[in-house]
Structures are given as structure tokens and as C-alpha cells.
Nanobody, 123 residues
Framework: VQLQASGGGSVHPGGSLRLSCAASGFTLDYYAIGWFRQAPGKEREGVSCISGGDGSSVYADSVKGRFIISRDNAKNTVYLQMNSLKPEDTAVYYC?????????????????WGQGTLVTVSS
């Protein structure tokens, strides 16, 4: 059982990236999948989460209106489309599941962390 984040890179402020979170060993369409990030010298924080089933989503205030989370069940993958990127979005991004249908409010409920993908936003 594994989640693998990919799609990071370096972009200028205002640019866009799409991150992918691919699942292996299980079918993720039933489960909530969250995106988290950890900037240098800072604690990990939740960015967005998409519920299993109805696919409802939640976002951190800092990314609302700029990031869009979605899922493609046929590809067993969850995406994070990041637009209007800012230098403060620079971080390693991770995906994880809380093994529930709904998105838990608690990061401690999330597990199966894969390797993260680095996003760097700079001019």
C-alpha cells in the first residue's frame, strides 16, 4: 500500500504546476486523500483534501481560489492543480490518506505517506 506524489518542479511566481498522487496496492476512490506541504524550517501543514465517494473538497485558506484538487478513479490518482503560485508555496508536497471516506480534521489521522515532491517558486 503506497501513495506516491510527483509533478513538482521550479516555476516563477504566477506559474502553475499539477501534482499527482498515485496509489498502488489499494483503490483510492473510496478514501479521502489529503495534500500536505512542509516548507523549510516549518511544520507540515494541510493544503487540501478530497473525500471518497462524493468527492467533496476542502482547502487551506492560503490556497483557496488558486489550488484545485481532483481525482481520476480510473487512473487511481488524485491531482492538485496549483495556479498563481507564490514564493510562499515553496515546499515539499506530500499526499496521504486517513483511511476514511471523509476528510479528517486531524493530520495525525493520515498515514501511508509517500515520498514528497519538491515545489520551488522563485523569480
Amino acid at each position: 500500500v503506497q501513495l506516491q506524489a510527483s509533478g513538482g518542479g521550479s516555476v516563477h511566481p504566477g506559474g502553475s504546476l499539477r501534482l499527482s498522487c498515485a496509489a498502488s496496492g489499494f483503490t483510492l476512490d473510496y478514501y479521502a486523500i489529503g495534500w500536505f506541504r512542509q516548507a523549510p524550517g516549518k511544520e507540515r501543514e494541510g493544503v487540501s483534501c478530497i473525500s471518497g465517494g462524493d468527492g467533496s473538497s476542502v482547502y487551506a485558506d492560503s490556497v483557496k481560489g488558486r489550488f484545485i484538487i481532483s481525482r481520476d478513479n480510473a487512473k487511481n490518482t488524485v491531482y492538485l492543480q496549483m495556479n498563481s503560485l507564490k514564493p510562499e508555496d515553496t515546499a515539499v508536497y506530500y499526499c496521504a490518506t486517513d483511511w476514511r471516506t471523509y476528510c479528517s480534521d486531524y493530520e495525525s489521522d493520515f498515514g501511508s505517506w509517500g515520498q514528497g515532491t519538491l515545489v520551488t517558486v522563485s523569480s
